[in-house]
């Protein structure tokens, strides 16, 4: 193994948490251990900080603390919304997503279909991309719900969450959108944007696993995945409080999301620009699309991409094939497959997404290890500095 300093490259699956998150914590893991919905002075104390972090977080969101329900994470509350959404239109039997959404709405989709429910998966095209006229045709008198991502954890592709909004609601649909990968890299605005639930969780931007919010618009009675008296009767089970305070302490941080974006986006475009400078035949999944400044997903030929990523941990260099969720097996990406690769293309693709702890210098020494890896995995002879590699069989 290398003993030079690692390089984590799979940021959109987790976040190394934040030191001021973590301090954030430890007085509810210790000393502040009362609960929030305790009248006792130890608990007021704490339910008072629930409510500071309750602003800081719905700060982060762009919208009222009123707005914001805690949840375990995404999953649960882009289930909440699904769910709750089907609940409020009842007569209404139809689901519209897409193609290439996170496995937690998916798998929901899939499990309402043998319920009765009816599910329309719209199509990307070979970009990832999706077309507003085929949500067009898709909305139905008794669609429901339309639930869409803000971006694709996979290849950074973003969507037109904003218009699609406003084309559910004129069909008379409520609108969801899972913000997971979008928050923290991108300026993302809940009442601004149109959308009537928006998902997001604290683990993305360098908070604690276990803990994510879902931005229910007001004037929506939305029903409760998880019955209880606690988040005003939208989700019971007392609160996580450790978890509440590291998420806010993590959103706090972010105070100039473009600021950190540049930065991320400069990190990808060297990594993209010398690669392809070493290895044109190379693709970038998405390059022509609308992306997250810090994802990029790429296609290596013919290779096998868990070698490849075998090889690079051997290094020290962390990536990701596919989606962390749905890793650990030979099975392709449902999202490259959906953009129409084949399994082939799929399972040679990797992904490298970068975080503000990486550094320019984390990039040089990727691409000077990832040729000499590629070509012993094409059983090919060194090349000179400079000189592109061959893909030609």
Not at 26 to 49: I, Q
Not at 240 to 260: K, Q, Y
């Amino acid at each position: 193994m290398n003993m030079t300093r690692s390089i984590y490259l799979d940021n959109n699956a987790t976040t190394a948490l934040a030191p001021a998150a973590l301090d954030a914590m430890l007085p509810y893991l210790s000393t502040e251990y009362a609960n929030p919905s305790s009248a006792s002075a130890a608990g007021v104390s704490v339910k008072k900080a629930l409510g500071e972090a309750r602003v800081a977080v719905a700060k982060l969101l762009g919208s009222s603390p009123a707005e914001l329900i805690f949840t375990s994470g995404a999953t649960e509350s882009n289930h909440t919304a699904i769910l709750g959404a089907l609940s409020l239109t009842k007569g209404k039997r139809h689901l519209i997503t897409s193609q290439v959404e996170h496995p937690s709405v998916l798998l929901m989709c899939q499990h309402l279909e043998r319920l009765g429910i009816e599910v329309s998966y719209l199509p990307v095209d070979e970009e990832g991309r999706l077309d507003l006229e085929d949500l067009r045709v898709a909305l139905r008198p008794d669609t429901a719900l339309v639930s869409l991502m803000w971006a694709n954890n996979e290849t950074g592709v973003l969507f037109p969450v904003i218009e699609a909004a406003a084309m559910a609601h004129d069909a008379g649909a409520f609108f969801h959108t899972d913000a997971t990968q979008a928050l923290g890299k991108l300026s993302v605005n809940a009442a601004a944007s149109g959308v009537d639930f928006l998902s997001c969780s604290a683990h993305k931007i360098h908070g604690p696993k276990g803990v994510g919010a879902l931005f229910v618009r007001k004037g929506i009675a939305l029903p409760p995945l998880f019955h209880g008296h606690q988040e005003r009767g939208r989700r019971g089970g007392t609160e996580n409080v450790p978890a509440i305070a590291g998420f806010a302490a993590a959103a706090r941080l972010l105070t100039n999301i473009e600021a950190e974006a540049h930065y991320l986006r400069e990190l990808r475009d060297h990594f993209e620009q010398g690669l392809l400078a070493f290895m044109p035949c190379a693709r970038i999944h998405g390059q022509e699309a609308e992306r997250l400044p810090n994802t990029s997903n790429v296609g290596f030929i013919a290779l096998d991409g868990e070698e490849l990523l075998y090889r690079l941990e051997q290094e020290g260099i962390t990536a990701a094939a596919g989606a962390a969720c749905a890793a650990g097996g030979q099975e392709p990406s449902h999202v490259l497959t959906a953009m129409g690769f084949s399994k082939t293309a799929v399972l040679s693709s990797l992904r490298f997404s970068f975080g503000r702890q990486n550094r320019s210098e984390d990039v040089e020494r990727l691409l000077r290890v990832l040729p000499g890896i590629l070509l012993g995995m094409m059983d090919m002879p060194p090349v000179k500095a400079g000189v592109p590699i061959s893909c030609a069989p």
